[in-house]
């Protein structure tokens, strides 16, 4: 069983706590509108990651990506945006991701919104609604990839036929987005061998472990190095410094 379960809301909204007004100058006297898991969150730091990748790996637009426990499928959004990349695949096995990836999650902003004292349809709190749908890139659904997010766990010769056929045949790399701190490292081992079964270039992007142990130890922390010790056939991309080993 993985070490973290991403199966629930919760557990996406439970790594994350953000006041996304903290860069417009609001009043002392009220609070912030924070959110946990979102498209306002995230995709500012999602197009900075895609710039480091790209910076660091020079990849070409036109090779045959899978991004592996992509989410929502918001890198892959972003790479074809901003980046004009048109064959990416995206697998997440979440239940939650499944179950909300064509939902919209506008709600959740006007429920924050309100939580502050301001209506999101009147004066301020109207402002403040537009300037997050903003960071979100509108209304509408959480999943906003062209390819959509598959349901594929690559684990049997099926599940990597779908994600094939979705690429039109396999992929050039395969890249884990924040995967491996999930899994026992059993259950990392296995999944780097069902990924060579489709390709020769497996980079994991990984938080490493920090000095001051103050990570949540629910999760499998490593060094770089370590990780690299258990994978020694994969590429490591660290996401506290962007060191590739």
């Not at 898991?37 to 790996?57: G, H, M, W």
């Not at 959480?142 to 036929?161: D, F, I, P, Y």
């Not at 020769?200 to 999760?219: A, G, K, V």
């Amino acid at each position: 069983m993985p070490r973290v379960d991403y199966n629930t809301k919760q557990a996406f909204d439970s790594a994350y706590d953000v006041d996304v007004e903290w860069d417009t100058g609001r009043p002392q006297n009220r609070k912030g509108v924070r959110l946990k898991y979102s498209r306002a969150v995230l995709l500012p730091l999602i197009e900075t990651r895609a710039l480091k990748l790209l910076e660091i790996f020079n990849w070409p637009s036109t090779i045959k990506l899978l991004i592996v426990g992509g989410g929502f499928g918001w890198l892959a959004e972003v790479l074809e945006e901003h980046f004009n990349f048109n064959n990416i695949a995206v697998t997440d096995t979440s239940n939650y991701v499944h179950s909300s990836k064509n939902v919209s999650e506008d709600e959740d902003i006007f429920e924050a919104i309100r939580g502050t004292g301001l209506d999101p349809n009147y004066g301020e709190g109207s402002i403040i609604k537009s300037r997050i749908l903003g960071k979100a890139r509108g209304e509408g659904v959480r999943t906003r990839h062209s390819k959509g997010v598959l349901n594929e766990s690559l684990k049997n010769n099926g599940s990597r036929a779908r994600v094939k056929n979705q690429l039109g045949g396999n992929p050039d790399v395969i890249l884990t987005e924040e995967v491996i701190t999930c899994l026992e490292d059993s259950e990392t081992i296995n999944l780097s061998q069902d990924l060579h079964f489709l390709c020769d270039t497996i980079i994991h992007l990984t938080t490493e472990l920090l000095p001051n142990n103050l990570q949540d130890l629910s999760y499998n922390w490593k060094t770089l190095d370590d990780w690299k010790q258990l994978l020694p056939n994969d590429t490591l991309l660290s996401l506290n410094t962007w060191r590739v080993i």
